[in-house]
């Protein structure tokens, strides 16, 4: 099936973003895990001046970071209590992470479930939603926020019930705002799947969908997903560049215009992996995605968003700006929380802890979820740290092999979620 113009447009742009830079390989480099024995700090100074690419943030217990291979020697002499993620990290990418070309589909045919076997294009995941789309139209649209700021399409796939389109309260997902995660697009793509075609035949899914509205957005940074595949696999930010620094990029979910200016959740330094930006929702994307969430909170109100992300295997709710803030509903969402964590777990024992953000990861500022709850009165919107843990490998660079069962996992979570808030 071809792709609509909307969606082609924009592609057809982004092509003419000037000048190629090299791709990084990542081969030789070693990723650790390293115990910070609460002292992230003393750490991070031991660190200084080698070639690091950090993993996390912030974080009491433990920083996993990628070393260049001319570092490794250096950095072994530190003596840091540590345990290896990767061997060899660029090895690993090409080991794990295989790749498909999407052959797509004959006119109003479902996609195939080869699809979660490999990770794909960009391209190839435009081209997925259109043909997905084109079997339902019924019951489901393309849409669009915006552009990003290299002038990508910020699409989405909008799907509503019996109630008929814009009916009901909605269900918001993000994903892949941090380039790297790639994991994230393949779960939304999977869990958007499910809705559609066992709508016909599930009672249970049937009922959820007849019960919300989902806007279900697989690239809110699709400038970066790009560059993850061209250039930089470990890519975090938007590609948003400033006079004020040669250092490129955004942290997009440190950018939302809730508590943005509430210090220790974010970096002001242009060159740091969680740059906040100049002001408030000063990026392309974020004025997009703010203008459209405002769109969802003034027409049928936001039931549940989930911002999905990985690694870490956690369900995080509100606040990431407060560690000591509750909101109203905290019981309801943490016992909400917990059910869901128990569910996934049914599928492959694979274990999610639930939390506040804050206190259970690290203090956030303007993130997305404080911005759906504070600004866009959510009932519930949380952030979804996929797999790995971490220690078990693996990092942002999910084997292929287990795109369906994180999937998998997932789905089962949102049928009982989405049956019981
Ligand atoms: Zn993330």
Same mark, same amino acid.
């Given at each position: 099936m071809k792709l609509s113009v909307i969606l082609l447009a924009p592609l057809v742009l982004a092509t003419a973003v000037p000048k190629q830079e090299r791709k990084i390989t990542y081969d030789g480099y070693k990723a650790f895990r390293i115990s910070t024995e609460h002292d992230a700090a003393a750490v991070k100074e031991k660190l200084a001046g080698l070639s690091v690419v950090p993993f996390n943030f912030n974080t009491e217990e433990h920083l996993d970071i990628a070393i260049a291979p001319e570092d490794i020697t250096a950095f072994e002499a530190l003596n840091l209590t540590a345990e290896v993620m990767h061997e060899d990290l660029g090895a690993d990418i090409a080991k794990h992470e295989t790749f498909s070309a999407y052959e797509g589909v004959t006119a109003q045919a479902i996609p195939s479930l080869t699809w979660f076997n490999s990770y794909h294009a960009y391209a190839d995941h435009m081209q997925f939603f259109n043909d997905l789309q084109g079997a339902f139209t019924q019951n489901s649209e393309i849409f669009t926020v915006g552009n990003s700021g290299q002038g990508r399409s910020i699409f989405g796939i909008h799907l509503w019930g019996s109630g008929g389109k814009g009916s009901k309260p909605a269900v918001y997902?993000?994903?892949?705002?941090?380039?790297?995660?790639?994991?994230?697009?393949?779960?939304?793509?999977?869990?958007?799947?499910?809705?559609?075609?066992?709508?016909?035949? $599930?009672? &249970?899914?049937?009922?959820? =969908?007849? %019960?919300?509205?989902?806007?279900? @957005?697989?690239?809110?940074?699709?400038?970066? +997903?790009?560059?993850?595949?061209?250039?930089?696999?470990?890519?975090?930010?938007?590609?948003?560049?400033?006079?004020?620094?040669?250092?490129?990029?955004?942290?997009?979910?440190?950018?939302?215009?809730?508590?943005?200016?509430?210090?220790?959740?974010?970096?002001?330094?242009?060159?740091?992996?969680?740059?906040?930006?100049?002001?408030?929702?000063?990026?392309?994307?974020?004025?997009?995605?703010?203008?459209?969430?405002?769109?969802?909170?003034?027409?049928?109100?936001?039931?549940?968003?989930?911002?999905?992300?990985?690694?870490?295997?956690?369900?995080?709710?509100?606040?990431?700006?407060?560690?000591?803030?509750?909101?109203? $509903?905290? &019981?309801?969402?943490?016992? =909400?929380? %917990?059910?869901?964590?128990?569910? @996934?777990?049914?599928?492959?024992?694979?274990? +999610?802890?639930?939390?506040?953000?804050?206190?259970?990861?690290?203090?956030?500022?303007?993130?997305?979820?404080?911005?759906?709850?504070?600004?866009?009165?959510?009932?519930?919107?949380?952030?979804?740290?996929?797999?790995?843990?971490?220690?078990?490998?693996?990092?942002?660079?999910l084997p292929a092999a287990q795109i369906l069962a994180s999937a998998i996992e997932q789905w089962e979570g949102m049928k009982y979620l989405l049956a019981a808030m």
């Amino acid at each position: 099936m071809k792709l609509s113009v909307i969606l082609l447009a924009p592609l057809v742009l982004a092509t003419a973003v000037p000048k190629q830079e090299r791709k990084i390989t990542y081969d030789g480099y070693k990723a650790f895990r390293i115990s910070t024995e609460h002292d992230a700090a003393a750490v991070k100074e031991k660190l200084a001046g080698l070639s690091v690419v950090p993993f996390n943030f912030n974080t009491e217990e433990h920083l996993d970071i990628a070393i260049a291979p001319e570092d490794i020697t250096a950095f072994e002499a530190l003596n840091l209590t540590a345990e290896v993620m990767h061997e060899d990290l660029g090895a690993d990418i090409a080991k794990h992470e295989t790749f498909s070309a999407y052959e797509g589909v004959t006119a109003q045919a479902i996609p195939s479930l080869t699809w979660f076997n490999s990770y794909h294009a960009y391209a190839d995941h435009m081209q997925f939603f259109n043909d997905l789309q084109g079997a339902f139209t019924q019951n489901s649209e393309i849409f669009t926020v915006g552009n990003s700021g290299q002038g990508r399409s910020i699409f989405g796939i909008h799907l509503w019930g019996s109630g008929g389109k814009g009916s009901k309260p909605a269900v918001y997902f993000h994903g892949t705002v941090h380039a790297r995660e790639w994991i994230t697009a393949k779960v939304v793509e999977y869990i958007t799947y499910n809705l559609l075609v066992q709508y016909s035949n $599930n009672t &249970a899914v049937k009922t959820v =969908l007849d %019960s919300y509205d989902f806007y279900i @957005i697989p690239f809110v940074n699709p400038d970066g +997903f790009v560059y993850t595949q061209t250039t930089n696999r470990l890519w975090r930010k938007n590609r948003q560049t400033r006079t004020s620094s040669s250092c490129v990029g955004t942290d997009m979910n440190r950018n939302w215009p809730y508590k943005w200016e509430v210090t220790g959740g974010a970096s002001t330094d242009p060159c740091d992996e969680t740059y906040k930006g100049q002001a408030a929702g000063d990026t392309t994307e974020i004025k997009a995605l703010v203008a459209f969430t405002q769109t969802l909170k003034n027409s049928k109100g936001i039931k549940l968003f989930i911002d999905w992300h990985s690694y870490g295997q956690y369900i995080l709710t509100p606040w990431g700006y407060d560690c000591s803030l509750k909101p109203a $509903n905290h &019981a309801r969402q943490a016992s =909400l929380a %917990s059910g869901l964590a128990t569910r @996934i777990a049914q599928s492959y024992g694979t274990r +999610f802890t639930t939390g506040q953000a804050c206190a259970a990861l690290y203090a956030t500022t303007g993130d997305s979820t404080d911005y759906l709850t504070g600004a866009a009165l959510a009932e519930f919107a949380w952030t979804i740290e996929l797999r790995p843990t971490g220690s078990s490998g693996g990092g942002f660079v999910l084997p292929a092999a287990q795109i369906l069962a994180s999937a998998i996992e997932q789905w089962e979570g949102m049928k009982y979620l989405l049956a019981a808030m």
